[in-house]
């Protein structure tokens, strides 16, 4: 296992991030995954013995119950808590009341208290919010932030799913205010949804922003259990929650690309998609879930692959994305400027 540093900080941490949102079975997250606390504590044991020493949550997985089910796994475990980073996140609603979501002052001070109640913990290593609240002003939200920093209840803070444009006008107010900024970007990334790489990747390089990759095997589209139909295993998450939302053409197109790889290094092409994201400048580590242990286990020895360049060139060559305006003219007109 490697570990990078976190955005600009010194802090480190593997380049595997174990995610959660397979802990529990409440409500909606059910489909996705319903692990109790026995598999919770198996799948944290093998994640750690391996190395992994980043762990990412939230606290409206399963209305609560993964950041319970990851507290207790740790104290089950009897892990050293200051050996671990652990990210957990605020914006989802958590109750019927008006004010019981978003990102307004009044729910990042609860809900931070609250998601400490259900870890049984007094600070989070990573808080971050979980996308874009329309209601609350920025410099609400990022004065809110800089106070449960200084408070000690969260070590850092860092962002989801939020367009690059919000990310830098949050980066210039901290900078003018004096408070906390952000250090992470979790956005959802996979060899069959290079989005970021448009706006986003390049701001994180140049803000010195980590990038966590969110659903790196498109929701289980890119593990090769699917045919182009679309049709998969019947409890497979893919077949009944389809999410995120993927152009399936060029996801079969990318799977077609990686299988031969696969087979010439005896490996599964779900250790390929990993290791294509992990072999990217701009990512520091790369979620990963599961809903069971052999699941976990292939994820995991993703960091051991080996992608010469050569191999590298083809799958980017498979999965570049389209041209789109202004990129194109951009580069384009830089063409003069290149050295």
């Not at 599964?268 to 979620?287: E, N, P, R, W």
Request: net charge neutral; aromatic share 8%.
């Amino acid at each position: 296992m490697k570990y990078k540093k976190l955005g600009k900080t010194g802090l480190l941490v593997s380049e595997i991030c174990l995610g959660t949102m397979t802990y529990g079975g409440k409500g909606f997250w059910e489909v996705i995954g319903k692990l109790g606390q026995s598999s919770v504590d198996s799948q944290l044991k093998i994640a750690t013995d391996e190395g992994v020493n980043f762990i990412d949550t939230a606290d409206v997985y399963h209305e609560g119950e993964s950041e319970k089910l990851t507290g207790q796994a740790i104290k089950n475990l009897g892990l050293n808590r200051h050996n671990l980073i652990l990210a957990t996140k605020v914006r989802g609603r958590m109750g019927a009341n008006p004010n019981e979501v978003g990102l307004s002052r009044k729910h990042i001070l609860n809900s931070i208290d609250e998601s400490l109640k259900r870890l049984n913990m007094d600070y989070v290593d990573l808080y971050q919010i979980h996308g874009v609240d329309p209601l609350t002003p920025m410099e609400e939200t990022l004065e809110a932030l800089n106070d449960v920093v200084r408070s000690g209840k969260v070590r850092y803070i860092g962002f989801c799913n939020l367009p690059a444009w919000r990310v830098m006008k949050a980066l210039s107010i901290s900078e003018k205010k004096g408070y906390a900024s952000f250090v992470s970007a979790q956005m959802y990334y996979t060899i069959a949804g290079r989005d970021i790489e448009r706006e986003i990747a390049p701001l994180a390089l140049e803000e010195g922003l980590g990038i966590l990759p969110w659903s790196p095997l498109a929701g289980g589209l890119l593990t090769g259990k699917f045919n182009k139909a679309g049709e998969g295993p019947a409890d497979a998450r893919r077949t009944q929650f389809d999410f995120p939302p993927v152009n399936k053409d060029r996801v079969f197109a990318c799977v077609d690309a990686m299988r031969p790889l696969a087979n010439k290094k005896a490996v599964s092409i779900s250790q390929i998609a990993l290791a294509y994201l992990l072999q990217k400048q701009f990512v520091t580590s790369v979620i990963i879930g599961a809903k069971t242990d052999e699941q976990l286990i292939d994820n995991l020895a993703s960091t051991k692959v080996i992608l010469a360049p050569e191999e590298v060139k083809v799958l980017d060559e498979i999965s570049t994305l389209p041209a789109e305006y202004p990129g194109w003219m951009v580069e384009f007109q830089g063409r003069d400027r290149a050295i």
